[in-house]
């Protein structure tokens, strides 16, 4: 080998040499806010629109939190990017006049990897939805009509 084939092959050992170290690459979310997103978030609105008395008290809501007993959801959020989340289902069938039945049915839980997203949270297995992050709580906001919602907010616990 002649001295420019040493010199370039030197060179390409000292690029790889001084390479960033790709496999572990730097975390997106800091541990500063990675302390402050994660834990456990319950429900504390369910917001629909038209109100609804599913209680029967002669009061309108908008609030299903506010009509049904049973209506309950939280998310946790870890630190290593994972997430559980169980949540009440509800029946939703529409009666006349914009009135509905609605009652609660099973328990659904579901699991993944969570992300910070300019500053949303999404979740893997609802990507089409990001949750707004505010301080310690998290909206989720679909504005749409019965038998769809509004919005739902989680509350840090």
Same mark, same amino acid.
């Given at each position: 080998m002649n001295v420019k084939s040493?010199?370039?092959v030197l060179v390409i050992i000292l690029l790889f040499a001084c390479?960033?170290?790709?496999?572990n690459p730097e975390?997106?979310?800091? %541990?500063?806010?990675?302390?402050?997103?994660?834990?456990?978030?319950?429900?504390s609105e369910y917001i629909v629109s038209p109100a609804q008395d599913l209680n029967n008290d002669d009061v309108l809501s %908008?609030?299903?939190?506010?009509?049904?007993d049973c209506l309950s959801?939280?998310?946790?959020?870890?630190?290593?990017?994972?997430?559980?989340?169980?949540?009440i289902q509800l029946n939703i069938s529409p009666i006349t006049n914009d009135q509905y039945a609605i009652s609660c049915s099973f328990n659904q839980s579901t699991t993944g990897?969570?992300?910070?997203?300019n500053g949303q949270i999404v979740l893997s297995e609802e990507r089409e939805n990001s949750y707004s992050l505010d301080g310690s709580v998290l909206t989720l906001t679909q504005g749409k009509v019965l038998p769809d919602f509004q919005s739902q907010v989680f509350v840090k616990q």
């Open positions: 040493y010199l370039t390479s960033k170290d790709s496999s975390p997106k979310i800091s %541990q500063d806010q990675l302390n402050a997103i994660t834990g456990l978030y319950n429900l %908008q609030d299903l939190m506010a009509e049904l959801a939280s998310i946790i959020l870890r630190e290593d990017l994972s997430y559980s989340k169980y949540a990897s969570w992300d910070l997203v």
